[in-house]
């Protein structure tokens, strides 16, 4: 089974979606953060990466953008406006 997957089962298939969301949900609740917070909130995350050590390659293969230009139009401005770390520290203080 392809191992590539970021949430995946203890058999190497990808966990449902919904099951996903469902304990990220119990989790927020239980350290009582009230935002609507998803799964796909964290994507914006690897823009930080960008500006790092990491190339936009591998961003774009983690991402699961078939084409590069996806990548950078959709990220890559975002680090024109802030520093991805920045924005990512404001974030991280912004949920407790």
């Known amino acids: 089974m392809d191992n590539q997957f970021i949430f995946a089962r ?18 927020l609740k239980k350290v009582d ?5 998803t799964p796909h909130s964290f994507r914006p995350t ?18 699961g953008h078939t084409d590069i230009n996806t990548t ?11 520093k991805a770390s920045h924005q990512f520290s404001k974030l991280m203080k912004n949920l407790l």
């Open 72 to 82: 950078l139009n959709i990220y890559a401005h975002m680090t024109a406006e802030e």
């Open 33 to 37: 953060i009230d935002k609507n917070i």
């Open 10 to 27: 203890n058999d190497g298939h990808p966990q449902l979606r919904k099951g996903i969301e469902t304990r990220l949900k119990r989790l």
């Open 46 to 63: 690897h823009t930080s990466l960008i500006e790092a050590v990491v190339g936009v390659k591998e961003i774009q293969q983690r991402l």
